[in-house]
């Protein structure tokens, strides 16, 4: 049975902090991603890797960072956190071939104060 | 980039057929996924299209038209929990697996 699992499913933080979020998979997958969801807006990548110690940014890394030291986990780093950084975070991984499905974790419900 | 555009929100009873559908512009075109997603849970895959034509898996079915830009997720014999929010996502040649989601359908099934 696949299984990506996050750290947490609530956190709240403080302006300024920082803050981890870990996100860990079984599957031996190459790729992992770390999107945000916001009500109206889906689904957006923050950033992506292919591979450990490889990243790529998405489509919103302002404001995050992220580390891959080993191939099962995948970390996003929120070095000062912001009030418009209050989202659901995602985490999710798939093999590398085109039409393999993206399998997500549960969801950590990030509230910046 | 791409633009995917899906309904905001469906209301559908119980025993009844829903179809969503999704438009998208995009270059290089290498497949569509279907995703559902339960309110406060992660999304969970239902359907992969990459060539023409009709997928079906039980009650569900998904419809590609890449000479469109198009595709439909219709889902039949609506029950309670099928009340959820349906991703439209496409993937592209050099994506690199990424995928572009769309805002999602929130499908509400009534007695």
């Known amino acids: 049975d696949v299984k990506v699992t996050q750290s947490s499913r609530y956190l709240v933080k403080r302006t300024g902090e920082k803050v981890f979020l870990e996100c860990v998979q079984d599957m031996d997958h190459e790729n992992m991603f770390w999107y945000r969801q916001d009500p109206g807006l889906g689904l957006r990548l923050i950033y992506f890797?292919?591979?450990?110690?490889?990243?790529e940014k998405g489509d919103i890394p302002e404001g995050y960072s992220v580390s891959r030291e080993k191939k099962e986990r995948f970390s996003l780093i929120l070095e000062s956190a912001s009030t418009n950084q209050t989202s659901m975070y995602l985490c999710a991984s798939s093999l590398v071939r085109v039409s393999y499905e993206q399998y997500f974790g549960p969801g950590t419900r990030l509230t910046v104060t | 980039g791409q633009n995917i555009d899906q309904p905001t929100e469906m209301t559908a009873t119980e025993g009844a057929i829903v179809q969503i559908n999704c438009t998208y512009q995009?270059?290089?075109?290498?497949?569509l996924f279907w995703y559902q997603q339960h309110a406060g849970e992660a999304p969970t895959f239902l359907s992969y299209n990459v060539l023409d034509g009709l997928e079906e898996k039980g009650r569900f079915s998904s419809f590609l038209s890449r000479s469109k830009g198009y595709s439909y997720l219709l889902l039949k014999e609506l029950q309670m929990k099928d009340s959820a929010s349906y991703l439209c996502a496409v993937q592209t040649t050099d994506s690199w697996g990424k995928l572009q989601f769309g805002a999602g359908t929130q499908v509400v099934v009534t007695p």
């Open positions: 890797s292919y591979d450990v110690k490889m990243k």
């Open positions: 995009t270059s290089g075109f290498n497949g």
